[in-house]
């Protein structure tokens, strides 16, 4: 089925889905198009997800410290 659309957004990365976001606030009709998941690299496979292993690895490095504190953590 197709059909005319008014506004078409490529890519629902960080600045994709913002600017379809901002489209939908003035009340403009828009499409967002995107081959992958809305929020594009950073959100879905790099910035965000490497901030949150990042962040596991230094609770992980703060729990092995604190044995020399005689706290210990089962496992």
């Known amino acids: ?3 005319e659309v008014e506004n078409i957004v490529i890519g629902a990365g ?3 889905y913002t600017a ?3 489209l939908g606030q003035l009340g403009r009709e828009v499409l967002v198009v ?6 594009g ?3 879905n496979y790099g910035c965000i997800p490497t901030k949150a ?3 596991a690895t230094g609770i ?4 092995r410290e604190a044995a020399r504190d005689g706290i210990h953590f089962p496992g």
Not at 34 to 39: L, N, P, S
Not at 60 to 63: N, V
């Open 41 to 43: 690299t950073c959100l």
């Open 1 to 3: 089925m197709a059909r």
């Open 14 to 16: 960080p600045g994709g």
């Open 53 to 55: 292993l990042l962040s």
């Open 20 to 22: 379809a976001i901002r």
């Open 60 to 63: 992980l490095e703060k729990a």
């Open 34 to 39: 995107d081959a992958d998941r809305i929020g």
